[in-house]
């Protein structure tokens, strides 16, 4: 069943896939890739998240290693419990996608309709905005500032798989003052578009009146 509906939902957006009898794996792959080189490139396998069929999670793997081929996992591209099947899809879709958007591109959109520059960090886990926006780009952690990380945590997943933002004040040393200044969602996919816009938002009042 899981099989069937799954693969009904990602020729709806697009996304080649097949089930792999010898694996019993369900593999989606770039529409540029054929079938039968699908595992010799990247790829994601879908399943069910669950024992009881509830949720869905797809992770992307590439091959490595010679002469004997193996895979390595290199991201989650969605993961819920709960049983939204296209959406599951678009996020794979999303994740074959040339240039590849995320997350953190749509924030950083939303808070550029406020004129506010965000500041990541190296890993690619959250974006730093200094209270005072005459701050220099180097001292943005290192004065009070606004920090913004997906409930993901990572921002570089896919728009699909937004989970929530989460938002911050942080003082001089970096620490974080008191409880989440903004928080969304519950563990499930959230509209990223309307997220990063409502945080965008608050974070534009927040350094035009800063908290004292």
Not at 13 to 29: N, Q, R, W
Not at 139 to 162: F, G, I, M, T, Y
Not at 180 to 185: A, D, E, R, T, V
Request: charged share 20%; hydrophobic share 45%; with cysteine.
């Amino acid at each position: 069943m899981f099989n069937t509906t799954m693969l009904a939902a990602l020729t709806a957006a697009d996304v080649p896939a097949y089930f792999d009898e010898d694996e019993e794996l369900l593999i989606a792959h770039p529409a540029d890739v054929p079938q039968g080189k699908a595992v010799l490139g990247a790829h994601v396998v879908l399943a069910p998240r669950d024992r009881d069929g509830r949720g869905y999670y797809a992770v992307a793997w590439e091959p490595y290693g010679t002469p004997d081929l193996d895979f390595k996992g290199v991201a989650t591209v969605y993961e819920t419990p709960g049983g939204d099947v296209n959406l599951c899809a678009r996020a794979v879709a999303q994740w074959f996608t040339t240039p590849r958007p995320t997350a953190g591109a749509v924030l950083l959109a939303a808070l550029a309709e406020w004129d506010i520059t965000a500041h990541s960090d190296d890993v690619g886990m959250s974006f730093a905005i200094p209270v005072d926006l005459t701050t220099p780009a180097a001292d943005v952690r290192n004065r009070p500032h606004l920090s913004v990380a997906d409930r993901n945590p990572s921002v570089d997943h896919v728009p699909a798989a937004h989970t929530g933002w989460t938002l911050f004040l942080h003082d001089e040393n970096g620490s974080p003052i008191g409880a989440p200044l903004f928080i969304s969602g519950d563990g499930g996919p959230v509209d990223c578009a309307a997220d990063s816009a409502a945080v965008a938002e608050l974070i534009a009042d927040m350094v035009t009146y800063p908290i004292s």
